[in-house]
């Protein structure tokens, strides 16, 4: 298990650690990833690979990084670089059932999906506003997109098609739009015209005006929402806040508030881990990692039982480790939601804690197929313009010939002219 905090010594690079204990100290020594030309705005682990490192850079490139088993030196060199974005990249996602397959949008307002292993860009959306949300549905079949514009974008990725879009919430501050699992709902959140935090739900097929709303408070920070797919709790906070409040879906489409947890620390930023880390023999339901000025804490969500046996009803299958689709499956069309495993101890081996690098693999094979159709189309009107050239050069020389013939015949024409005055 990996996290990362910004280095004290630099904006550009980040240090790496591992564990699973409640508090984190910045150490001077851990390594740094020192890639990047420019600050890091964003980075996302691959859902099937623990060792491989997605990073998006205010230079406008995103990184692949493999992470080593035995992570003692600074990382320069990246295994992958995607260029292609513009302006700085905002946020970046990998997709949650199609492996190697990954979201990014920018401040040239633009959504792109990358296959990653081909380095190839293979959509291109103009999302029209700078970004402030990004989130995959479960099956990968939309984006969401939330924006500076006040509007939330659902878009079809591989059409290159924004297919809805919901002017939210009034309130002019950033909002974000995720997916609620395979409910068939969405989550939005922003500020009220009158400048208070809410949620909204709704429906993904009906989506004129929203299920519920629900307010939240009048504090100023962006809400930052968590939804565990498995449970449908969302765990809610803010940047710059120590309160992570605790939701339940309820039947009506309502988000239900269950109980919070109060800290007089400030998170710089959180994030959720997967249930793949937690430590189900303490029916630990959910586990966040609180960045602050100093160290980061680890925050475990407890559900007290009185046994130590396994509790079916608070660890319900989770996503696995394991992909459902290759890029090319999904690319062509194919969907899939996540695969599902087991939680309950040793009853899988988990393929994402293997070390697995990645890399470059060569063109594709449409691609290559591509390449050798315009070389021989290259060949054939090299071939087309040497004939072209030879037939002009022969025709030059009939035209001179001619000209020559001309000129004789006028000058005989003159001579006989002056013959017959005479």
């Not at 996290?3 to 740094?32: H, M, N, T, W």
């Not at 429906?203 to 939240?216: E, G, R």
């Not at 449908?232 to 339940?248: A, H, M, P, Q, V």
């Not at 000025?293 to 925050?299: A, G, K, L, R």
Request: glycine share 8%; with cysteine; proline share 5%.
């Amino acid at each position: 298990f990996f996290f990362f905090f910004q280095a004290e010594d630099g904006i550009r690079d980040f240090c790496l650690s591992r564990g699973l204990g409640d508090v984190y100290k910045r150490q001077v020594q851990i390594p740094l990833i020192r890639g990047h030309a420019g600050p890091i705005h964003d980075l996302d682990f691959n859902p099937f690979n623990d060792y491989v490192l997605a990073t998006g850079s205010e230079d406008t490139t995103i990184k692949i990084w493999n992470i080593p088993e035995e992570y003692t030196q600074d990382l320069n060199e990246p295994a992958i670089t995607l260029t292609g974005h513009q302006k700085k990249i905002g946020l970046i996602q990998f997709h949650p059932s199609a492996e190697n397959v990954l979201a990014s949008v920018s401040y040239d307002e633009t959504l792109r999906i990358w296959d990653v292993v081909k380095q190839e860009q293979r959509s291109q959306i103009n999302i029209k506003e700078t970004p402030y949300g990004l989130d995959w549905s479960l099956d990968g079949k939309l984006v969401a997109t939330a924006s500076r514009d006040k509007v939330c974008k659902l878009i079809d990725p591989r059409a290159n098609q924004i297919v809805h879009s919901i002017s939210a919430h009034e309130g002019p501050k950033s909002q974000k739009f995720i997916f609620l699992g395979t409910t068939g709902y969405g989550l939005s959140c922003g500020f009220s015209k009158t400048f208070e935090r809410e949620l909204k739900v709704w429906d993904l097929n009906k989506l004129d005006t929203p299920v519920s709303v629900t307010s939240v408070d009048s504090a100023a920070g962006a809400l930052l929402p968590f939804f565990d797919e498995d449970t449908g709790c969302l765990y809610l906070t803010s940047k710059g806040e120590g309160l992570i409040r605790f939701y339940e879906l309820t039947d009506e489409k309502k988000f239900h508030l269950n109980g919070d947890y109060r800290s007089n620390v400030p998170g710089r930023a959180y994030g959720f881990l997967p249930k793949t880390s937690l430590d189900v023999s303490k029916h630990e339901i959910a586990r966040f990692l609180k960045l602050t000025d100093n160290y980061i804490e680890s925050i475990r969500i407890i559900c007290p039982r009185k046994s130590d046996d396994f509790q079916e009803d608070l660890f319900p299958e989770a996503r696995s480790e394991e992909p459902a689709l290759t890029a090319d499956e999904w690319f062509s069309g194919r969907d899939e939601l996540p695969k599902r495993r087991s939680l309950r101890p040793g009853a899988h081996t988990a393929a994402g804690g293997q070390v697995r690098a990645i890399k470059a693999s060569g063109p594709s094979q449409e691609l290559q197929e591509r390449i050798e159709k315009l070389t021989a189309l290259v060949g054939d009107l090299e071939t087309t313009v040497n004939n072209l050239q030879g037939q002009v050069g022969e025709r030059d020389q009939v035209i001179q010939e001619l000209r020559a013939q001309i000129q004789q015949l006028q000058t005989e024409n003159d001579t006989l002219k002056a013959q017959g005055s005479q």
